[in-house]
């Protein structure tokens, strides 16, 4: 029997712990993935903190995957060993559900999310569901693949379904994990994009990343600023402040829309009146499938963007966590498993 690295989480609220275990078999529909890079992501917080209902431990926390395939089992098509794939937060659906009988999938009401529901990345082996494989392309290494897996899928799938338009006003509500990514795919979609931030220290960055313009929120009012350029059609908001949306939420142009896809437990406050005047509207917008995915790895081929990621070896897997986690990481951070 074959073995391998992993780093588990033995309850809610243990520590990470590098072990050695059997490398798992795949089943009927799944396969076996040999993991070359996986990233750390906040909502992995989830997983060791024991936040999300109905985790089993001892569980291998990750859900941006990236690797190859290694074994296949029956029922899984076209794909074959040797086959370069990622697996992001979408790690599976019933196909029964009243959302996946519309094409919905990921918003499934049985949705299965790798490192959640099934052992994870934070591994040299891991086993997934078909459905839940996208394909990298050539042109991207497995550390660049990884955070694009979520970070990247959220924020372009979030403003490609926004309705925007080439030309349209559109603001990136934060300059970090998420909206360093964010900041890319608005510039290449054509839009006369805005990022905003605290202070003046990421300006130059963010206008290297293609903002064309840059709002420090800490010396000037956002929404004033955001109407003096015509109104943002929307708001990519990638901060965990719900402060800072509603700061920026009188910015928005008629019909403007503020997309939420940082996670805040503060409330967002909309001005009423100024909405129903407006048409103004506030949405949620929760990643995307493996096709998703695909879409989003493509794209980021095709015009050059990329994640800025620190690395750390996968025995380091506790360390590069804390390192995520305390905010201090610019901007991901991925486990490499050589």
């Not at 588990?8 to 275990?21: D, F, H, I, N, T």
């Not at 493509?298 to 050059?304: D, L, M, R």
Request: proline share 6%.
């Amino acid at each position: 029997m074959r073995t391998m690295k992993a780093v588990e989480v033995r309850q809610p609220g243990g520590p990470l712990q590098l072990v050695e275990r059997d490398v798992p078999s795949p089943a009927m529909g799944h396969v076996l993935i040999k993991v070359q890079a996986c990233g750390i992501c906040h909502s992995d917080v989830f997983t060791r903190e024991g936040l999300w209902p109905g985790i089993q431990y001892p569980r291998v926390p990750g859900h941006e995957i990236a690797g190859i395939i290694d074994a296949v089992g029956s029922g899984v098509g076209e794909w074959k060993p040797g086959q370069r794939v990622g697996v992001g937060w979408h790690g599976g659906h019933c196909g029964r559900c009243e959302p996946c009988r519309r094409g919905d999938f990921i918003l499934c009401h049985r949705a299965l999310v790798p490192g959640i529901s099934y052992d994870g990345g934070y591994a040299t082996y891991m086993v997934a569901p078909v459905e839940a494989l996208a394909r990298i392309p050539d042109d991207l290494s497995n550390v660049e693949a990884a955070p694009l897996l979520c970070a990247g899928i959220t924020t372009f799938n979030a403003l490609r379904n926004s309705g925007a338009r080439p030309g349209d006003v559109v603001a990136v509500l934060g300059v970090g994990g998420l909206g360093h990514l964010g900041v890319q795919f608005a510039a290449k979609m054509g839009f006369e994009t805005v990022a905003i931030a605290r202070g003046k220290d990421k300006e130059a960055l963010a206008k290297k990343l293609g903002a064309r313009h840059y709002i420090d929120s800490s010396a000037q009012n956002v929404a004033e600023t955001l109407t003096a350029l015509g109104g943002a059609k929307v708001i990519l908001a990638t901060v965990t402040s719900g402060k800072a949306m509603s700061a920026a939420i009188d910015g928005l142009a008629i019909d403007g829309k503020l997309i939420m896809v940082g996670i805040s437990e503060e409330p967002v406050e909309v001005p009423i009146v100024k909405f129903i005047v407006g048409r103004h509207s506030v949405q949620g917008w929760p990643c995307g499938t493996s096709a998703d995915s695909q879409d989003t790895l493509a794209f980021s081929v095709q015009t050059g963007i990329r994640p800025m990621v620190e690395e750390f070896p996968l025995k380091r897997a506790a360390e590069a966590y804390d390192r995520m986690m305390s905010g201090n990481a610019r901007f991901r951070v991925v486990l490499t498993m050589n």
